[in-house]
């Protein structure tokens, strides 16, 4: 290809090259003269995560995902901010109105497949109302969605329908909310066709912004994850990943504690139950990451040799670019959960001095129980 035609790939919205290997938008020149007679130009990467399901890294920063978004506030458009149910103050963006300028916003909670079918739809949206009081953030109208399962698809497109006025559409979220995945959905529901954009297991798997056309000449675009480094999938490779992100409906696994007991999260984070009563302390990870409950004497000494193996993941590979884990100790009042961005929560019912340990720069927060 040369250098004055501008071709980008249709899954994740890279301008296509074909000279630097590694770098965003990079295909081989046979696959892109292949994909000029199919109509299929997908970069290397996109083709390796629609067949192969493999994700290769690019350099992409933080600061080019933020210049991107920072332009929106000049738009006249409707905004649609993708969150996870499962990890809400970790992907909410900060100063997220400050984005959106005057625009209207229709915050959409996904993954709502991963939370127990008994949880109540109202009381959800009630809660999540307040924990975007809580963070300062305005909004329009919130909706629920499943996006995995299909559900409330035909609700979503009639929202957007009713709120943007023949204008332009801009979906945006951190990284691993599943925005993709919901235009994909969107798009199959109206006919056109399906898996247009690069959808995986994987975060942040869209580059640039990608524009889908309406029949009235606006637009439905797609753009780049914002990666927030305080979430604990930034740390993990792809193997890791897997363990960590959750797949199916949380089986919410409840251990009887006495206080000096702890529970490990596989080797990524340590809880320490101090002083206290006994009591239930229900943990919301995904199935596939296993705890493991002890005694709370001795638990440096079992981390640094079980780290790796018992302790699992980070995987044993991986242990010298993993961070050490830092110390934080938390006087709890009353029924609160103590989230982990990017990993999950624990559910603690009542007054309790506990500690966490977590990986340097990971966040945690405390708030008002979610079930």
Same mark, same amino acid.
């Given at each position: 290809m040369t250098k004055e035609e501008a071709v980008y790939c249709?899954?994740?919205?890279?301008?296509?090259?074909?000279?630097?290997?590694?770098?965003?938008?990079?295909?081989?020149?046979?696959?892109?003269?292949?994909?000029?007679?199919?109509?299929?130009?997908?970069?290397?990467r996109c083709f390796k995560l629609r067949?192969?399901?493999?994700?290769?890294?690019?350099?992409?920063?933080?600061?080019?995902?933020?210049?991107?978004?920072?332009?929106?506030?000049?738009?006249?458009?409707?905004?649609?901010?993708?969150?996870?149910?499962?990890?809400?103050?970790?992907?909410?963006?900060?100063? !997220?109105?400050?984005?959106? =300028?005057?625009?209207?916003?229709?915050?959409?909670?996904?993954? +709502? #497949? %991963?939370?127990?079918?008994? &949880?109540?739809?109202?009381?959800?949206?009630?809660?999540?109302?307040?924990?975007?009081?809580?963070?300062?953030?305005?909004?329009?109208?919130?909706?629920?969605?499943?996006?995995?399962?299909?559900?409330?698809?035909?609700?979503?497109?009639?929202?957007?329908?009713?709120?943007?006025?023949?204008?332009?559409?801009?979906?945006?979220?951190?990284?691993?909310?599943g925005k993709s995945t919901i235009i994909n959905r969107l798009l199959q529901s109206t006919g056109v066709d399906a898996q247009v954009i690069t959808t995986s297991q994987y975060p942040g798997t869209t580059l640039d912004l990608i524009e889908i056309p309406f029949e009235d000449d606006s637009? !439905?675009?797609?753009?780049? =994850?914002?990666?927030?480094?305080?979430?604990?999938?930034?740390? +993990? #490779? %792809?193997?890791?990943?897997? &363990?960590?992100?959750p797949a199916d409906e949380l089986r919410p696994r409840t251990y009887q504690l006495n206080d000096q007991q702890t529970l490990f999260m596989g080797g990524l984070a340590r809880f320490d139950y101090l002083s206290g009563e006994k009591m239930g302390i229900t943990a919301y990870f995904s199935r596939r990451l296993d705890i493991h409950r002890r005694k709370l004497e001795g638990s440096d000494e079992f981390y640094d040799k079980h780290l790796g193996g018992l302790l699992t993941p980070p995987q044993a590979g991986t242990i010298a670019e993993f961070p050490t884990l830092v110390r934080r100790e938390f006087h709890i009042r009353e029924n609160t959960d103590l989230v982990i961005s990017g990993l999950g929560w624990l559910n603690i019912p009542k007054a309790a001095d506990i500690a966490i340990h977590v990986p340097r720069g990971i966040a945690v927060y405390l708030r008002s129980p979610l079930i």
């Open positions: 249709i899954g994740c919205g890279a301008r296509l090259q074909s000279e630097q290997a590694g770098e965003r938008g990079y295909t081989p020149q046979s696959s892109y003269d292949k994909g000029i007679e199919t109509g299929e130009l997908y970069c290397q067949h192969y399901n493999q994700l290769e890294k690019v350099s992409t920063s933080e600061d080019e995902f933020l210049a991107l978004l920072n332009d929106l506030s000049n738009k006249d458009a409707l905004i649609v901010n993708v969150i996870d149910i499962f990890d809400v103050s970790g992907s909410i963006i900060s100063g !997220l109105n400050r984005f959106t =300028g005057d625009n209207p916003v229709l915050l959409v909670a996904n993954k +709502l #497949d %991963l939370l127990p079918k008994s &949880l109540n739809p109202n009381r959800l949206q009630n809660w999540l109302q307040g924990q975007l009081k809580d963070l300062g953030i305005k909004v329009d109208d919130i909706l629920l969605l499943s996006a995995k399962k299909r559900k409330a698809v035909d609700e979503l497109l009639d929202k957007i329908e009713s709120m943007r006025h023949g204008k332009d559409v801009y979906i945006m979220g951190v990284t691993n909310v637009v !439905l675009v797609d753009t780049p =994850g914002i990666i927030h480094s305080n979430q604990m999938t930034s740390l +993990l #490779d %792809l193997d890791d990943l897997k &363990l960590v992100m």
